[in-house]
């Protein structure tokens, strides 16, 4: 494994870091940009209809890229012989995002199911901790979790 590593580190390593900056970019993106632009729509079902098409093209995108970083994390650690509490913590950190992401992926679609049978009040209460609370969680943990890795590396 080492000496696959070695061979096709670059590769490796560019995955894992664009993988990431594509799920944290991702979330700031929609909670800095698009989230407030969304607030500013007066018709609440437009608004919940456009916010549940925007989060789950979100939830499609990084998919493949959670599993990137899983995959490329796990090169990594066993191609460079990294160990040690930092190691451990910024693998708990993505699992934790890996998790919330889970969560807030099957509420989303536990609101478009309601909102597709015209239940807009359940389809808003399944999306109610996603803007605030669950999305702002993840891009604090994956800010870290970037940190921890950048140190990792030196």
Same mark, same amino acid.
Request: proline share 3%; charged share 15%.
């Given at each position: &494994?080492? +000496? ?6 670059? #590769? ?7 993988? =990431? !900056? !594509? ?6 993106? @929609? ?5 407030? !632009? ?37 090169? #990594? ?7 040690? !509490? &930092?190691?451990? @913590?910024?693998? +708990?950190?993505? +699992?934790?995002?890996?998790? $919330?992401? +889970? ?7 536990? =609101? ?6 015209? $239940? ?6 399944? &999306? ?9 969680? $993840? @891009?604090?943990?994956? @800010? ?6 950048? &140190?990792?590396?030196?």
């Amino acid at each position: &494994m080492q +000496t696959w590593f070695e061979e096709y580190k670059t #590769i490796i390593i560019f995955l894992h870091i664009f993988s =990431a !900056v !594509v799920w944290v970019g991702g979330m700031i993106a @929609i909670k800095i940009a698009v989230h407030p !632009v969304l607030q500013s729509i007066d018709e609440p079902k437009i608004k919940l209809g456009k916010t549940l098409h925007i989060v789950g093209r979100l939830f499609h995108l990084v998919m493949p890229f959670i599993g990137i970083i899983a995959l490329c994390g796990v090169i #990594i650690i066993q191609g460079t012989g990294l160990s040690g !509490v &930092m190691v451990h @913590i910024k693998e +708990t950190l993505w +699992t934790i995002m890996t998790l $919330n992401y +889970t969560y807030m992926y099957i509420k989303r679609m536990q =609101a478009q199911k309601c909102f597709d049978l015209g $239940n807009f009040a359940s389809a808003k209460e399944h &999306m109610r901790l996603l803007p605030n609370i669950l999305l702002p969680f $993840n @891009i604090v943990l994956g @800010i870290v979790a970037i940190f921890l890795g950048v &140190m990792l590396r030196g």
